[in-house]
């Protein structure tokens, strides 16, 4: 299996990490770190240093309560950042539901849309179709980031989930993207409660059976602190097995913000597969 993107054909035959460069300043976790363009790209070194497969770009936080951000500046963000970050020779995703960011940056050579609204903004799917080549993750999110936790999702979670990431996929389709472009993101957070988050993380082969990877986005989400009690920045631990347990039910590719400590976690994985070592005491 790979990931068709703009300038890569992503192999997932191992699982890829997204290293997360948040060029705002309120994302939940890391909101104004890297909220200059020096700053920023000063990131995207230290993520592709840390192991980073791929890059992913966003100049809008999407955090429970936030208010949207004007299309200029968040062009203002990401357009500086993008510009260098697609000479660092790995892809670049770029976080963003606007088709005016998703034209402009895929003007400048971004391989992957990361759309929170599963381009479901009127003029999205435009933007895509108009770039034949880019990757696309289609993620899923009950209601809007303003309001989305106020009234979450209602029943069981992963049937409902995967019945519109396959109503938006078949859009794509009937558009003419290729299937080999779309990975399908199960929208961790958004607008779902705590038990319902656990659940399509149990129960995420059922997003599977359709063909597309799934992107796993658990990094320090507050369902993590909701069971540990940790504030968001004692979440490493928790985000890294949430990581592996994602990656162990299927999905191919983790967003993350602790690049070198998944990393490191997901290489003693690699490690176990294929082994198939059972001790002399369990053969019996």
């Known amino acids: 299996m790979h990931w068709q993107t703009s300038r890569f054909a992503i192999a997932l035959d191992t699982p890829r990490v997204m290293g997360i460069v948040n060029v705002t300043p309120n994302s939940f976790s890391d909101g104004g770190l890297h909220a200059s363009t020096e700053s920023a790209l000063a990131h995207c070194e230290e993520l592709l240093a840390a192991g980073a497969d791929i890059l992913d770009i966003g100049g809008e ?11 200029e500046e968040e062009l203002a963000r990401v357009l500086p950042v993008v510009r260098e970050a697609v000479t ?25 849309i990361n759309d929170i609204w599963a381009l479901g903004q009127p003029g999205a799917v435009d933007a895509v179709v108009e770039h034949p080549n880019c990757g696309v993750c289609l993620m899923h999110m009950h209601g809007e980031p303003k309001t989305m936790q106020r009234t979450p999702l209602d029943g069981d979670a992963p049937p409902q989930v995967r019945a519109f990431l396959r109503a ?5 389709r009937e558009r003419g993207v290729a299937a ?14 705590v038990e319902q988050n656990f659940a399509l993380l149990a129960r995420q082969w ?26 968001v920045h004692e979440r490493v631990v928790a ?11 299927g999905a191919r590719i983790v967003r993350v913000h602790d690049v070198r400590e998944t990393v490191a976690a997901l290489k003693v994985w690699n490690a176990m597969q294929g082994t198939g070592t059972v001790p002399a005491e369990r053969k019996q």
């Open 168 to 172: 938006r996929t078949q859009a794509l």
């Open 206 to 231: 059922e997003l599977l059976v359709d063909g597309y990877p799934v992107l796993a986005g658990w990094s320090r989400k507050s369902s993590l602190g909701a069971i540990t009690g940790y504030p």
């Open 61 to 71: 936080s999407s955090r429970p309560g936030v208010d949207p951000v004007p299309l």
């Open 88 to 112: 660092l020779g790995v892809p670049v995703s770029v976080d963003t539901y606007k088709p005016e960011v998703m034209r402009a940056v895929l003007d400048l050579g971004a391989d992957i």
């Open 239 to 249: 985000s890294v097995a949430a990581a592996v347990l994602a990656v162990e039910h």
């Open 180 to 193: 080999e472009r779309i990975s399908w993101d199960p929208g961790i957070g958004f607008g779902k409660t």
